[in-house]
T-cell receptor, first 115, second 112 residues
């Protein structure tokens, strides 16, 4: 399966600032996703990162708050903009290597605390 | 959005005991997946199930795809301390094969 490197692994940020999270995969993948996992909760899909076009956002998530880039088939970034304490969560990058591949592979996540 | 009903929410057991957890849905699913998440890590896929009635094992783990296609269970036999973590069910329902739907997780603690 694909190996995912996600950076940073954790950060503490001031409210009102922005943080960009990077997801690097060791091989080309068809699908890349960004998830949020709030403390003690399950995973919530933020958006699907599309290579060369705008990301597809899930209900409740907007591009102005969570801009996403995917310049190629191995890399994506998620920015959490104008942060507030409610944005404190684990943010996870996930990939599906090939269409129809078994399940998704996850990065180790970025633990974000906003103070 | 839609979520799966996963139970129990948490379990605290003695080493060596068997564990069982399950997931149910109000709609039909095409695929069931079971993941484990350890602290500070992302979820790792344990078992994938593709058809009704399918029973699949991975070491001490066994999972089944329910006949009705609306449920799945995961069993862990002879638990050991490294089984500690949060177990999530997830799946694709028949109406949307592109979006993975998640359970709320079962937190497992094992007393050595």
């Amino acid at each position: 399966s694909a190996v995912i490197s996600q950076k940073p692994s954790r950060d503490i940020c001031q409210r009102g600032t922005s943080l960009t999270i990077q997801c690097q995969v060791d091989s080309q993948v068809t699908m890349m996703f960004w998830y949020r996992q709030q403390p003690g909760q399950s995973l919530t899909l933020i958006a699907t990162a599309n290579q060369g076009s705008e990301a597809t956002y899930e209900s409740g998530f907007v591009i102005d708050k969570f801009p996403i880039s995917r310049p190629n088939l191995t890399f994506s970034t998620l920015t959490v903009s104008n942060m507030s304490p409610e944005d404190s969560s684990i943010y996870l990058c996930s990939v599906q290597k090939e269409t129809g591949a078994v399940g998704y592979t996850f990065g180790s996540g970025t633990r974000l605390t906003v103070v | 959005g839609q979520q799966l009903n996963q139970s129990p929410q948490s379990m605290f057991i003695q080493e060596g005991e068997d564990v069982s957890m399950n997931c149910t849905s109000s709609s039909i699913f095409n695929t069931w997946l079971w993941y484990k998440q350890e602290p500070g890590e992302g979820p790792v896929l344990l078992i994938a199930l593709y058809k009704a009635g399918e029973l699949t094992s991975n070491g001490r783990l066994t999972a089944q795809f329910g006949i009705t296609r609306k449920d799945s269970f995961l069993n862990i036999s002879a638990s050991i301390p490294s089984d500690v973590g949060i177990y999530f069910c997830a799946g694709f329902n028949a109406g949307n094969n592109r979006k993975l739907i998640w359970g709320l997780g079962t937190s497992l603690a094992v007393n050595p």
